[in-house]
Nanobody
């Protein structure tokens, strides 16, 4: 079992920055990749960014490429999402997601609100 806890969400003006954190606990040695998804009101949950836990390869949705940076601190079992140049359309609940073998885990989500 893996537990994920997100933090770092909040309210920010357009053009501002936020850094989200996703702290993993439990069987963290089984994690192969961690992703961030987001879900805006009335919309489906969408992939935002991902990182391979072992080799550090990163992946981004086109909508955030060049503005968001995903990184990891293996010693702390934590993945970060640095979000820069935020736009009102980035407003959503952001969820951390971990892949561990055939299992998939989700965090509880953290709200990010970007005001115009």
């Amino acid at each position: 079992q893996v537990e994920l806890v997100e933090s770092g969400g909040g309210l920010v003006q357009a053009g501002g920055s936020l850094r989200l954190s996703c702290a993993a606990s439990g069987r963290t040695s089984s994690i192969s990749g961690t992703n961030w998804f987001r879900q805006a009101p009335g919309k489906e949950r969408e992939f935002v960014a991902g990182i391979n836990w072992n080799v550090g390869s990163t992946y981004y949705a086109d909508s955030v490429k060049g503005r968001y940076i995903i990184s990891r601190d293996n010693a702390k079992n934590t993945v970060y999402l640095q979000m820069n140049t935020l736009k009102p359309e980035d407003t959503a609940v952001y969820y951390c997601h971990a892949e561990a073998g055939s299992q998939r885990y989700w965090g509880q989500g953290t709200q990010v609100t970007v005001s115009a």
